[in-house]
């Protein structure tokens, strides 16, 4: 696989990344261990260098899995985990600096590793001034535990704020079809700082690819199922974002998830993705989408299909708005 620069940071990676969330956290019928494992280890063996966890995911466990399953291959892996939040639950911001130092030992620890390559505010507390958290973090880098400084969510103003303490290596925000805020809020100011960007959620949380529709019933145990988009009469709306991506995969002879991956990796030499999945197969095909080329009149079609649709459905539930789709 092709590699990719985080902005002018120097960071190197895959092209495309892997989201390790969904192997312990957020969705339902989670991998056991195990095949957890697995999944990361296939990931190194296609030439994936990129791998994103976080404290709250599982909580903990998930920080350990990726620890346990990179250890064998540490020294050609980058690996992304996230402080923000207080005693590892997304219920309350937390980004005190004697919160970031301690979050950072302990994933160290999980991780088993002497070095976070990037660590990423997971959210931005309105509490602390953003100019004490890059701080916190460049005395980190200067004691070798961090690597390369992220921000995950944040808006125009507090990234400038933290980019002139410690330089950003790497904006975090979702991203996909369905929502391309990122364009018009943050696009401009990452390039002209030299700042990389990762969306999560690259498929749309899985609706783009295909494999979900109105009538998918989601378990208890997955988020989705009450996130608004993932509602039936929003679902029925948002199809027609599936559709325009269809209409290409039929012509390229791909998958959906594939040209969903390829039109981002369009967008900006500097834009790394980084999908989850659980399952091998998946893996094979997300990965499949570094080499699917589209033609300029193939992305146009994409975009300005996208250009005349509106997303049906908040990103998140009113009772998480409050913390997770924190912008300031």
Not at 110 to 132: F, N, W
Request: contains cysteine.
């Amino acid at each position: 696989m092709k590699t990719r620069q985080l902005g002018s940071s120097g960071l190197e990676v895959s092209e495309l990344g892997l989201g390790c969330m969904g192997l312990s956290h957020g969705y339902a019928n989670q991998p056991d261990r195990n095949e957890a494992i697995r999944v990361l280890r296939d990931a190194v063996e296609q030439g994936i260098t990129f791998f994103d966890t976080a404290e709250v995911y599982g909580p903990y466990t998930n920080e350990d899995i990726v620890g346990e399953a990179l250890k064998p291959f540490r020294e050609k892996v980058v690996i992304a985990t996230k402080f923000g939040f207080k005693d590892g639950s997304n219920a309350e911001l937390d980004s005190r600096p004697e919160t970031i130092r301690k979050v950072v030992d302990a994933s160290l620890k999980r991780l088993r590793t002497d070095t976070i390559d990037l660590l990423y505010q997971h959210r931005v507390d309105p509490a602390i001034p953003i100019e004490d958290v890059a701080g916190t973090v460049k005395d980190l880098i200067a004691l070798g535990k961090v690597k390369h400084f992220g921000l995950s969510e944040a808006d125009v103003v507090n990234i400038r704020k933290a980019h002139a303490e410690q330089p950003v290596t790497a904006l975090q925000s979702e991203y996909s079809l369905w929502w391309r805020e990122p364009e018009e809020k943050v696009f401009s100011v990452l390039e002209e700082l030299g700042i990389g960007f990762v969306p999560f959620s690259p498929l749309g949380r899985g609706f783009l690819t295909g494999k979900i529709s109105a009538g998918t019933r989601f378990e208890k145990e997955d988020g989705r199922s009450y996130f608004p988009r993932f509602q039936k009469e929003n679902m029925e709306a948002n199809q027609a974002f599936v559709d325009i991506l269809q209409h290409v995969a039929t012509e390229k002879e791909a998958s959906t998830a594939q040209v969903a991956l390829a039109w981002i990796l369009a967008q900006k030499p500097w834009i790394v993705p980084i999908p989850g999945t659980t399952k091998p197969e998946r893996l094979k095909e997300n990965i499949g989408a570094a080499a699917l080329e589209l033609s300029s009149a193939e992305l146009k079609s994409i975009t300005r299909g996208a250009d005349h649709i509106e997303a049906k459905g908040g990103r998140y539930p009113e009772d998480l708005d409050r913390v997770i789709d924190r912008k300031a």
